[in-house]
């Protein structure tokens, strides 16, 4: 599996951006997107199941940031809005499942966001 995530550039406080993270080769089970700001560790950001009912959130990004997916493009999506300049970081993409009976984690490249004014 690789992932190719895209949609990163800079914006101003308040305004929106959405992130894609596709993957080539199988069906990943959990799709998710971290992110590391300047000199931080990287963090969870949020993350969504094969089916898409499950969604989990950085409690901060709660009502702001909503991850979807769709499997028939294996892509997932960060819908940011009202975006701050605490939201300034790298995003990666993350992707993890089961083949063969063993498990696999892939990272993406990262995609860099900038909030400034």
């Known amino acids: 599996v690789q992932l190719q995530a895209s949609g990163g550039g800079l914006v101003r406080p308040g305004d929106s951006l959405k992130l894609s993270c596709a993957a080539s080769?199988?069906?990943?089970?959990?799709m998710a997107w971290f992110r590391q700001a300047p000199g931080k560790e990287r963090e969870f950001v949020a993350a969504?199941?094969?089916?898409?009912?499950?969604?989990d959130y950085l409690d901060s990004v709660k009502g702001r940031f909503t991850i979807s997916r769709a499997n028939a493009k294996n892509t997932v999506y960060l819908q940011m809005n009202s975006l701050k300049p605490e939201d300034t970081a790298v995003y990666y993409c993350?992707?993890?499942?089961?083949?063969?009976?063993?498990?696999?984690?892939?990272w993406g490249q990262g995609t860099e966001v900038t909030v400034s004014s």
């Open positions: 080769g199988r069906t990943p089970s959990t």
């Open positions: 969504i199941n094969l089916s898409g009912v499950r969604k």
């Open positions: 993350y992707a993890d499942g089961i083949y063969r009976d063993l498990p696999y984690i892939y």
